[in-house]
């Protein structure tokens, strides 16, 4: 943990601290800065998805019986696993 001392616009700690439901300065701060982090990170996670090409062409087949989704021997696979 670092230690710090600053100044902070009330207004905007009180505002912060009613929007995160925190009861502290220290908490409202922590929280401030972990939801920034956080929003930065998803940022990041939705810009590696759209810099990947995706065909959806056909992709309602994808998931049927045949498709490489077909769960169907799933059940039995278990049943026989359990029987063995």
Do not use: P
Request: without cysteine.
């Amino acid at each position: 943990m670092t230690r710090i001392t600053v100044d902070v616009n009330d207004e905007w700690l009180d505002a912060a601290r009613v929007e995160l439901g925190t009861d502290s300065k220290v908490a409202t701060i922590n929280a401030a800065l972990h939801a920034f982090a956080i929003r930065r990170k998803a940022a990041e996670i939705v810009a590696a998805f759209d810099s990947v090409q995706i065909d959806f062409g056909d992709s309602h087949h994808a998931w049927g019986y045949g498709g490489g989704r077909d769960l169907s021997r799933l059940a039995e696979d278990a049943r026989e696993a359990d029987a063995a």
